[in-house]
Every structure is written in C-alpha cells, then in structure tokens.
C-alpha cells in the first residue's frame, strides 16, 4: 500500500511516452507528484479552507470536481461553520475516488459527504454554494468547456462562488517563455531530473490544454457570473475566484 509520502517516479525510466492518465500509479504518488509539479499548491488548499469559510452557505452543496484524492475537499470542511454542509466529491479515475473515499472515510462524518465516479461535464448539481475546480478544467476538451461552467453557473446559489485553479498560458511569446523557464527551474529545484521532465512535458501535451487568463475571465463572464478575479498566481498557475450576483 502506497503512502502518504510515495515518490513519484512514474517517468523517471526512460519509456515510450503515452498520454498523460490518472491510473493507480499516479494516484499512489500524487500528493508527491502535486506538491513537487505545481508552485503554490500547498497554498492554494489551505486558502480554499479560508474561502469556504467565507462563501459556504447553510443547507447548501460544496462540489468538488475532479477531487482526485480529496484535499480540496478536506481543507474546506476543516473551516466551515455553517451547518447543513453536503460535500460532493466527483472524478473519473476509480483508483482517485477509490483512495478519496478511504482518506474522507478517516476524517469526516460519513453523513457529510458523498464521493462519485462520473464525467464532471454529466454529474447533475444543484444549490450549490461553492465548486471547485482545483487544476481539472485544464483536462477537459476545449470545446466542452463553456457548457461545463454555464452548468456550475446554473447550479449556484445567488451569493456562490466557483474556484478555479489552472495551469495558464500567456498571449505573449516572451512572458510565456519566461514563466515556463522559471516553472521548469521549479521542478528542478524540486528533484525532477531533464528526462522526467520531458517526457511528463510529452506525456500531458495532448491532455492538458491551458487557457490565457482573458480566456478563462471571458468564459465566466459569458457563462453569467458578474465578478471573476485571480487570487493567486505562481509561474503557470493560477487560481480564479467567479461569484454569482
Ligand atoms: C490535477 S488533478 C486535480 C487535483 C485535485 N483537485 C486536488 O486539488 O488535489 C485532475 C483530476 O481531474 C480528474 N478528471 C479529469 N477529467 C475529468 C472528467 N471529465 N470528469 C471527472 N474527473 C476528471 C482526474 O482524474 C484527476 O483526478
Ligand atoms: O507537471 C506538470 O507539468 C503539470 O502541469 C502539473 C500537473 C497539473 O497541473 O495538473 C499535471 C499532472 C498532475 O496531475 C499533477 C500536476
């Protein structure tokens, strides 16, 4: 049984490089291969905790789409007040939901919370005062995107907030350089050897397709939501809060 602490070696052999997926192997190292991938994530989690103190609303659902193992999730519940809480954990991947499910087991009231393996673009949701997407629209098809946050939209309480953290582009050719040479000297920093790099860089080419920031802003705001504003950025990474009037 893999730990907590499991070093992500997934591409540190030289391999014939297929696209990125979250299989068991993934799931048993991602909390390594999160923290060590993406700058800010540790933050980004505990302020989610903050942000869900500040947005829950009593008797309403906090969705947490693409969960993988439900750290989202976990912050959130350890700072929110208000009763009558629902958490709905939702992924694709059976070996995320399958650890999620264990790790939430240990931690939360089993009343308060439900995990599911279903397609975020088909799971129904309602009154809810918070979702999350914590750096999964980035997996979705481009095309698919739209209708996906005009369905949070719609399944938002009048007060609620989506948050959304993603890995970013930038329109312009010298900023994106910059930015992705300082992320690269991350993963370094963070023991990922050249050829880990490249060939996770291969692997994600396909299946993570990141947006400008005046992309992400004008999808919210044609999907209907009167305020999007980033909260947090670090090299690539992003993470954007869009309330409903
Ligand atoms: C980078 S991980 C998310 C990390 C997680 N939210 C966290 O904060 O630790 C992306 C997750 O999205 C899930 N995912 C990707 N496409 C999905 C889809 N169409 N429906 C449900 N889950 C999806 C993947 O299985 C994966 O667990
Ligand atoms: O390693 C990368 O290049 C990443 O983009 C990091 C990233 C992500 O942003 O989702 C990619 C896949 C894993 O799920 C963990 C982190």
Redesign the pocket.
Known sequence: MATESTRDQIFAQTQQVVDF??TAAV?DV?PDM?RRS?PG?ET??SQ?GVLARHYAQTDSTIY?????????TLAMATQVRQPGVQYIC????EA?IQRCEQRLQRQLPVASFQTLV??????PMQRASIV?????L???QPAARQALIERIYHALLPGGVLIL?EKIKFAEADQQALMTELYLEFKRANGYSELEISQKRSALENVLIPDTLAVHHERLQRAGFSQSLVWFQNFVFASMIAVKA
Do not use: H, K, P
């Not at 279903?118 to 799971?123: A, L, P, R, S």
């Open positions: 997926a979250f799931a991602f999160v993406v994530y980004v989690i989610l947490d789409l693409g969960c993988s193992l439900g750290a989202a939702v992924d694709n991947s995320m279903e397609d975020i673009c088909q799971v999350v997407l914590n750096f999964t980035q997996f979705i953290s």
